[in-house]
């Protein structure tokens, strides 16, 4: 077995019967890499606690690890804190912590934990440093930047360490750096860039540091070459994970020319995420991006006010919402992404209703390519909306998070206790899903764009919520896959409509209802007397001309009756 200097895990519970997922969680890999570059073992390993335990008896039983390092977020507190204390108690290995909620950990915490030291914000050179202390016996814990450490029963934090300015000098994330080997040839995470100037009230990243730096356009696709030689499949799907990937135009477009040139040898498409009032400002960026291959994008759009953008400090208004969201549309992005926060700034039952006016608008005017996720607001450390929750007009019930894992509020306001707020969850996302599906059955929603929505191979893992709506539809699915498959087609596609074949993609005994004797019903659509014939010789077997024969009417009054059974998605045309 071999042997770990260090042991990074970023572990989870299973919570609410849900496989952690850290698809895009980079930092305890970044660490293995940068302390694999500076000559110790190091690996990573992401998943749930009970696996995570499984891997602490097995290589720290054997004395195969020398030093364990745990990833703390908001939902991970507890864990942590068992994970250290279990492994003070059974191994008696030096354990460090680090993660966004580090900066929140008191002395509670170390008490419970027993761990050895918290890493608060960047950890590469703070981590390198423990590393020495704990491992080579190198330096004191004190003169260590960054780090908070309880000593003889009192809470000490240090000053705290310059932010890395050089991002290039950095190594690349690799397979040594993953504890079991990873399947990663489909998809690769990294970010291109590190800090957030726009101090977002409710934002963990903008607190964090404001000082935005960048790695180089060469360092960056050097990286996307060497996963593409290496890893490359049928297709490939980066995701570039920066909260600011759009703050600068040129550097953009740079990236996306490299990017549009690799396309001319691999199938590559990725995901980033983009300011609203930046891509307002530039929208050229917007297509650099679309003809460069990005098919999912994230907008931090939060709210449908401008009353309650202004107090998050988003910089950015309803208008210009609806402006990047058409424009990411029209420029062929084929998946747009964005939350609406319920229970946050000034949160009332009318802020409430001007959100869901304005979600439903949005989803209008995407034409198929808008997802909104409904959330509660998160006090996340160090925000301003945390530490001054009454400048916001709420008040934060559980701040340690015990009494939620994402499904219920952590606050409530002066009228809206936190039921009141889960309800409104759940009817929002409700409403949402029901809009999705009835655009879809009122053909609100271009065809050509819900045939991108099939997924080019059957192992892809991301479904957009739009297609999986469809999937749920039996009678959308079909008749759309039909479509995508080129086995048929909408009656406006086809010349000759005469001669075309009607086939239905519904089976009949499922979705028909006899009414009386001379009346049928199927998707709240009634037939009457020969109509009924029509619709029973929907089989593909016959031309229009044909079942107009058989009938005996007119191909005009036929095709009325076709045109009343298409419309709801029951029939396409063969042209066999």
Known sequence: MQELDILFLNLHRRY?????????????????????????EAKGFSGSLETGLQNIDKFCSNSNVSMIGLYCDFDNITENIFISHYVKENFNLPVIVGGPQATALEKDFFEKSKCDAVVRYEGELTVLELANFFLEGIGRLENILGI????????????????????????????????????????????????????????????????????????????????????????????????????????????CDGLAERR???????????????????????????????????????????KILKAYGKHSTPEEIFEVVRLCRDAGIQEIFGNIILGGANFTREVYEAD????????LESQGTLEIGVVSFWPLAETPMTRCPDKFNIKICDSDFITSVGDFPQVETEKLDRFTIAQMEEELQREILNQMVEMIENWQVPTERIVKWFPKHRDTRHYSMWYVKLLENEILHSYYEMIKLGEGFHSNQITDLVSAHPLRVAILYKYLKKIDDSTVEICGEKFFGKEIEILLLTTGKLSVEEISNKVDLKISDVLEVLNRIENKHLIVYSLH
């Open 356 to 363: 869901k006016k304005f979600v439903h608008d949005l989803i």
């Open 264 to 306: 001319k040898k691999y199938d590559l498409s990725f995901f980033c995420e983009g300011h609203i009032h930046t891509l307002y400002k530039n929208p050229e960026m917007i297509q650099y991006l679309a003809n460069a291959g990005c098919i999912r994008i994230q907008l931090g759009i939060e709210a449908g006010t401008e």
């Open 16 to 40: 609410l019967n849900t496989a952690p997922n850290h698809g895009g969680f980079l930092g305890i890999y970044l660490l293995s890499a940068f302390l694999r570059k500076e000559g110790y």
């Open 148 to 255: 908070t450490y309880l000593k003889n029963g009192i809470l000490e934090k240090n000053l705290e360490r310059p932010v890395i300015k050089n991002l290039d000098a950095l190594p690349f994330i690799d397979q040594n750096c993953y504890l079991n080997e990873q399947d990663i040839y489909r998809g690769l995470s990294l970010m291109t860039g590190r800090g957030c100037p726009f101090q977002c009230a409710f934002c963990h990243e903008g607190a964090h540091t404001r000082q935005v730096r960048f790695r180089s356009v060469e360092n960056v696709l050097e990286e996307i070459d060497i996963y593409l030689e290496k890893y490359y499949g049928q297709d490939s799907y980066i995701l570039f994970n920066d909260d600011t990937f759009t703050l600068n135009t040129e550097r953009v477009k740079k990236i």
